[in-house]
Each structure stands twice: as C-alpha cells, then as structure tokens.
C-alpha cells in the first residue's frame, strides 16, 4: 500500500470514529459555524466537530503544525477532501480568514503575530470583518482616508469604513489605513489588525432591499491601536492589501461548489436547477417541459463544469510549481460572479412571479429564499472588487493592453 494509500484508510477510518452523524447531513443557514467569541453552536455535535477537527489540524489542513494546520501537502489535502465529501461531512467552520487573511499572514505577518493569530484562526475562536471599503474608496481602494497617526507605542486612528460585512457580529478587524498622507497614495497605506472591543469603536448596520443585511458602518474615532497590530512595514498595506483581494477573488469563483456551496438555502447555489424547472414547468418523459429552458440549463451547466475545470487546472499548475501568482484570481472572480448571477436568473425565468417572494404574502418559505438570494446575487459582481475592475486588471495585468 503506498503511503497515499495508507494516509486514505487512516483518514476514512478516523471519521467514521469521529464525525459525528448530525455532521453528515445537509448543513442549514442557521447551523453554519461561523466561529468567533459569541458563537453559540446550536447543534452541540457542531462543537464536538469543530473541536476534533481542529485537534487534527484539520480546518486548515496545509498551514504549518505551529500555526494550528497539518502540514499537508497538496496530494494530502486532496485525499483528506474526497473522503470528507464521501461522508458528505460538514465543514466544521466557515470562516473566511480561513482563505483569505490566513494566507496573507502567512506571507507577510511577523513570527510573534503568526503565533497569535493563525492559531485562533484555524480553531475559528475570532470571527474577522474586512475594513477596506470607505465612503469615498471603494474601487479606488488606494485613496482609504482612514489615518494612522504615529504616537509613539500605538497608532492613532481616526476615520470610517463601509459596507462591512458583518462588522457588528466581528471580534477583530484587518483594516487598511493612511500611515503617510505625503507620498503616492499607494504608498502610504498600512494594514493593521484592530480589536473591534477597542475604545473609539461603533457599528452602525446598514438595511437593505432584501430585507436581510450584513453590511454596517465603522466608525474610528481616536482608537488605540498598538504598533504591533500592525502587519508588514508601516507602507506596505498595499501590497499586503492586494495579495488578500487574490486570494478573496479566487475564492468567491469557488463558493459553488465547495464550502458555502453545500449549505441548504445559501446562495441559492444548493437548488438543483433541473428538479427546480420541472417543479414550476412541469415534465415531459421525464425531461423539463420548456426546451429552452432546458437548452439554457444544460448551457450553464456545462460553463459551470468548465470553471471548475480550469480552477483544478490552474491549481495543480500553481502546485506543480510550487508558484501561485495569483494573476488568474481576476478571471475567475469575473467569470464566477456572471455563472452565479446567471443562476438567480435562471431560477427567475423557471419559477416566474413566485420567485418575486414578498413577506407576509402567501409565498413558500423556499420561494422566499431564492427571492432573497436572488436579490443579493446582485452584490457578487461589486463585492470583493467589481467586474469592471477586474476587467481592468486583466486588461492590463494578463493580456498587458495599453491604458
Ligand atoms: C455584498 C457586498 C459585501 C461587501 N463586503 C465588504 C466588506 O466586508 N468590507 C469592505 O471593505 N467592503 C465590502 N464591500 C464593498 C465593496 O468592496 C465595494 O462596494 C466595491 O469595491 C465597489 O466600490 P463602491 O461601492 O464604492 O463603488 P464605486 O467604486 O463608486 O463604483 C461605482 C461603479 O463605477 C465603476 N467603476 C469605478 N471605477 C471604475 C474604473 N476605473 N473603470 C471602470 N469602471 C469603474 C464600478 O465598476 C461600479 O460599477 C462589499 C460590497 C458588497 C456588494
């Protein structure tokens, strides 16, 4: 048996020991773990799984032991993924940091910081909002007016962030601030990590059409922040900023189909298109009724089919290489946010005025939801960079067209 071989019978083995049965049925809006100091783990099991999962080194299985992963390799990773899916086990915690501000610690954070912070992220104790976005920076993120003054031991931050996901239900921040208004606005920007507990802070929700919002409204005012939250050198912020909206990017084009894909009710991404069409359109020998419809859902399909293959591709070149550049993140965030949108208008062409739920109206607890996920489907092309911004950057970074 080679040591693959051995490390799948060893992993199968273990998780019928220990993933627990709740954890293998399909997981709900509500049950997600999230993480973070107020996590309340409605299904006790939930906890249990986090908790053995963590021991394992499990919820980030290629981070370094010492920062709380396994050490995996690649190949490792991918045999510890196909036997989770084969027990349709839960993801024991769903936590951006995970992919996104993990990995730029990784890169660019200090010994002692990685020590602090990677660990509690990977057991998932610190629930992380992103405070990048400001009134007046939102695609031009380099012109954040949030300022860091330099007194000597802390910095001094003054300033507001906007459209900050669930900024009100976070612990900490990572939060891009103006360390040096003199120089190119790229270069006096710095990415420190802030205690949402700290003195000076308030959150203010946002609402939106669907009735249902994450976003809120920071606000600093004179909040402390010690120098050593701050991660990478004082001007490097953008540098640091830029390598996160990469792995940001890279992974919103993968919410269908992992992580936040298997969550009943979320995104809509787990409605199976075709039963849906021949709920609403009816049936013919076993087939969706409408031919268009049909020939439109079997297009998509295959588009779906195609992002996937190429993330795998690119993927298994960044492993074989050993060099994730990141240039492609752009392509599949544009690409990713068009599939997804197109799936909420798939869904509305099926279902008609009952995907146009409205509260208190005789509309199906599902209707509702689609009605809602439709309507936030609309965000995935502006949050985490827009599409013309990412056009712009493969116009420029990939295809190196002129200005
Ligand atoms: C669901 C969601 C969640 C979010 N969560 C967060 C969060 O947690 N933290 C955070 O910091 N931010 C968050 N954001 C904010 C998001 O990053 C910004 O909305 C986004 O970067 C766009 O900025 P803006 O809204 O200021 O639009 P603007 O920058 O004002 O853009 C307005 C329009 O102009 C276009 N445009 C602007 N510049 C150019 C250009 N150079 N070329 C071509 N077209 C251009 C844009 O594409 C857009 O269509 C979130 C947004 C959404 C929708």
């Given at each position: 048996m080679s040591e693959l071989e051995s490390f799948r019978a060893e992993v199968r083995a273990w998780l019928e020991c220990n993933c627990p049965m709740s954890m293998r049925t399909p997981l709900t809006a509500e049950q997600v773990v999230w993480g973070g100091r107020h996590e309340s783990f409605i299904n006790p099991e939930a906890r249990l799984w986090l908790e053995r999962m963590v021991e394992r080194g499990w919820t980030?299985?290629?981070?370094?032991?010492?920062?709380?992963?396994?050490?995996?390799?690649?190949?490792?990773?991918?045999?510890?993924?196909?036997?989770?899916?084969?027990?349709?086990?839960?993801?024991?915690?769903?936590?951006?940091?995970?992919?996104?501000?993990?990995?730029?610690?990784?890169?660019?954070?200090?010994?002692?910081?990685?020590?602090?912070?990677?660990?509690?992220?990977?057991?998932?104790?610190?629930?992380?909002?992103?405070?990048?976005?400001?009134?007046?920076a939102g695609s031009d993120l380099a012109a954040v007016q949030t300022r860091a003054e330099d007194r000597g031991d802390h910095y001094l931050v003054n300033g507001s962030k906007i459209w900050t996901s669930y900024a009100d239900k976070s612990d900490w921040m990572f939060c891009l601030v103006r360390t040096d208004p003199s120089v190119r606005k790229q270069e006096g920007i710095g990415f420190l990590l802030i205690d949402m507990q700290s003195p000076g802070i308030s959150v203010a929700p946002i609402r939106l059409i669907s009735g249902a919002s994450p976003f809120c409204q920071v606000f600093l005012a004179d909040v402390k922040v010690p120098k050593h939250q701050l991660v990478g050198r004082p001007n490097q912020g953008w540098s640091i900023a830029k390598r996160l909206l990469e792995y940001e990017r890279k992974w919103f084009s993968e919410l269908d189909q992992s992580r936040i894909g298997h969550i009943v009710g979320v995104g809509g991404a787990s409605v199976a298109l075709p039963a849906l069409a021949k709920e609403y359109l009816g049936e013919t020998a076993g087939r969706i009724a409408d031919e268009a419809i049909r020939a439109e859902l079997i297009a998509h399909d295959i588009d779906e089919m195609a992002l996937q293959a190429t993330l795998l591709r690119i993927d298994e070149r960044a492993r074989a290489s050993g060099v994730d550049d990141g240039s492609m993140a752009s392509v599949f965030k544009y690409y990713g946010a068009r599939l997804y949108k197109e799936r909420h208008e798939l869904m509305m062409k099926i279902m008609g005025t009952r995907a146009l739920g409205w509260q208190d109206e005789p509309f199906t607890a599902t209707e509702l939801d689609i009605t809602r996920h439709w309507l936030r489907s609309k965000g995935n092309s502006i949050e985490g960079g827009t599409s013309e911004i990412q056009l712009n950057i493969i116009a420029k970074r990939l295809l190196e067209l002129p200005d």
């Open positions: 980030v299985p290629r981070w370094p032991k010492q920062y709380g992963g396994a050490g995996l390799d690649a190949a490792h990773e991918q045999v510890l993924r196909e036997e989770l899916d084969r027990i349709d086990a839960r993801p024991p915690l769903i936590a951006f940091p995970l992919w996104m501000l993990g990995p730029a610690l990784l890169e660019f954070a200090n010994e002692e910081q990685k020590r602090f912070h990677l660990p509690r992220i990977a057991r998932g104790e610190i629930r992380w909002c992103q405070g990048y976005s400001e009134p007046g």
